[in-house]
C-alpha cells in the first residue's frame, strides 16, 4: 500500500498551507473582533476580503469530486479545481485547523452539500438559479432537514407537508437545527418534507427549493451550541405557515428525497470528518506549545509524567483516524458511496469522539485559560461535540457499521 500523498495532492496542499500561513492565521483575532459586538449576523468583511485572492489562487470550490465508484457527479461545470474525495482530505484537514477558513475557499457546509445536490439532481432552471450563484460564492444557502417534534435520526419521522396545489407547492411545518439561516446572505433552502404520505416509508418524502423571501417563513430563534450561537451563520428554528414555491421548484421528482439526502450525507459526513481531524492537530499543537511554555511545581510542565501519556495517546488516535478517513475517502472515489457507507459510518462516529478527546486534553493543559475566549478551544470543543449528533448520532452510525458486519456472514 502507499500512503504518501499523490503529487498532485501534495502540490495543492501546500499551495493551501501557503495561504493559510499568509492569510488565515493572521487574521484568526481580526475575526474574532469582527463577529463579536451587538450585531451579530453580519457580513463578516474579513472572509469577503480573502474569496477573491483564494479564487485568484485557484483555491476554489475543491470538493466536488469528478466522479464516486466511476459515476460522474455532476453535468454542471464548476469554476475551481475539483478534487477526488481522497485527494481532497488532507486539504479539508487543513481547513479544520481554522473553523471559519472552509468559507474563505467556498468549501464550507451547507452550501458544499446542498451545491453536490443541486449539481446531482438539478434540473437546468434550478442550476442556473441556484447552483451558478452558489459556486461563484454571491449567495448561502441553507438545509432544513430535522425537526424538533420527532425523532429526526430516523428520518422516516419527518412531518414537514409539502403538498401540491395547482402549479405551486404550499410547505408547512416547523424545522430547526437549520444550518445557514442566520446568514444575512441565505437566499435559498432546500427543505425535507413529505409530499405522499401514503407510499411505502422511504419513498414518501421529497426536497424542494424554497426562497428564504417567500412569504409564510419565520425565524423563531437562533440555536445556541454550548451556549454559543454561531453567528453569523447559525442554526435556526424555523417556522413555515403555508409557504408557496413554484411546482417547478422540486428536486428530481417527489419521492425522491430519501434518495437524495442519502447522497448528499456521505460527502458531508466524510467532509466534518476531515476537518475534524484538523481541529484535533491543531488543538494537539497548542498544548504541546503550552506544555513547554508553563512550569509547575519547580518544573516544566511538558517534563511531567501524566502529559507523556496524554501527548501520545492523541498522536495515536489523530494518526489512526486520518488512516480511516484517508480509506473511506479512497472507497467513495472508487466503489461509490453505497458501497463504502460502513467506512463513512466508521469513520463519522471516529472523528468526532477523537477531536474531542485530544480538545479535552488541550483545554486541561491550558488550565483556566482552555474554557475562555482566548485559545479558541472551547468553541471548538462545542462544535465537535455537536458533530457527534450532526450528520446522525453516534449510534444510527454503530447500527449501521454492525449491519453490514452481519452480512458478511449470511
Given amino acids: 500500500m502507499h500512503f504518501e500523498y499523490s503529487k498532485r495532492t501534495q502540490e495543492m496542499l501546500e ?5 493559510m500561513d499568509e492569510h488565515i492565521y493572521p487574521n484568526e483575532a481580526r475575526y474574532e473582533e469582527e463577529s463579536g459586538g451587538p450585531d451579530r449576523w453580519k457580513i463578516i468583511e474579513v472572509i469577503e476580503e480573502l474569496k477573491p485572492k483564494a479564487r485568484a489562487a485557484g483555491l476554489w470550490n475543491m470538493f466536488v469530486p469528478p466522479t464516486h465508484g466511476g459515476t460522474p457527479v455532476h453535468h454542471f461545470e464548476f ?3 475539483p478534487l477526488t474525495n481522497l485527494e481532497y482530505a488532507p486539504i479539508a484537514e487543513e481547513f479544520g485547523r481554522v473553523g471559519w477558513s472552509s468559507e474563505v475557499f467556498n468549501c464550507s457546509a451547507p452550501d458544499t452539500g446542498n451545491m453536490e445536490v443541486l449539481a446531482r439532481y438539478g434540473n437546468h432552471e434550478q442550476q442556473q438559479q441556484w447552483l451558478v450563484p452558489l459556486s461563484k460564492g454571491e449567495i448561502r444557502s441553507a438545509f432544513l432537514m430535522t425537526e424538533p417534534a420527532v425523532a429526526s435520526s430516523d428520518a422516516t419521522n419527518i ?4 403538498r401540491r396545489d395547482g402549479d405551486e407547492y404550499v410547505i408547512n411545518g416547523r424545522k430547526w437545527w437549520s444550518s445557514g439561516v442566520g446568514d444575512p446572505r441565505c437566499k435559498i433552502a432546500i427543505v425535507m418534507g413529505k409530499t405522499d404520505t401514503s407510499a411505502p416509508k422511504h419513498i414518501q418524502q421529497s426536497q424542494i427549493l424554497m ?3 417567500a412569504p409564510g417563513i419565520t425565524k423563531v430563534r437562533p440555536l445556541h451550541v454550548f451556549g454559543y450561537d454561531d453567528a453569523p451563520h447559525g442554526h435556526y428554528e424555523v417556522l413555515m405557515e403555508n409557504v408557496r414555491v413554484p411546482a417547478a421548484n422540486i428536486i428530481f421528482g417527489e419521492g425522491r428525497g430519501f434518495e437524495i439526502a442519502q447522497g448528499r450525507l456521505g460527502p458531508g459526513r466524510i467532509h466534518h470528518c476531515m476537518r475534524s481531524i484538523g481541529a484535533a492537530e491543531r488543538a494537539l499543537e497548542k498544548m504541546v506549545k503550552r506544555l513547554k511554555s508553563r512550569v509547575a511545581f519547580g518544573r516544566p510542565v511538558a517534563d511531567q509524567g501524566v502529559w507523556h501519556e496524554r501527548i501520545a495517546n492523541a498522536r495515536i488516535d489523530i494518526e489512526q483516524a486520518r ?3 484517508l480509506k473511506a475517502a479512497y472507497m467513495m472515489d472508487t466503489v461509490g458511496n453505497k458501497e463504502a457507507k460502513a467506512l463513512i459510518a466508521m469513520i463519522k462516529v471516529v472523528a468526532p469522539n477523537v477531536s474531542t478527546r485530544v480538545l479535552d486534553m488541550a483545554i486541561q493543559a491550558h ?3 482552555g474554557v475562555c475566549q482566548d485559545y479558541g478551544l472551547a468553541s471548538s470543543y462545542a462544535g465537535q461535540r455537536t458533530l457527534r449528533l450532526a450528520d446522525g448520532p453516534d449510534e444510527v452510525h454503530r447500527v449501521t ?3 453490514e458486519e452481519l452480512k458478511r456472514y449470511n
Avoid: N, W
Wanted: neutral net charge; glycine residues 16%; hydrophobic residues 40%.
Fill in 15 to 19: 499551495r493551501v498551507r501557503a495561504f
Fill in 79 to 81: 469554476e475551481g479545481t
Fill in 159 to 162: 412531518e414537514t407537508s409539502i
Fill in 211 to 213: 426562497p428564504m423571501d
Fill in 323 to 325: 488512516l480511516l478517513c
Fill in 367 to 369: 488550565g483556566g485559560g
Fill in 401 to 403: 457499521i454492525a449491519k
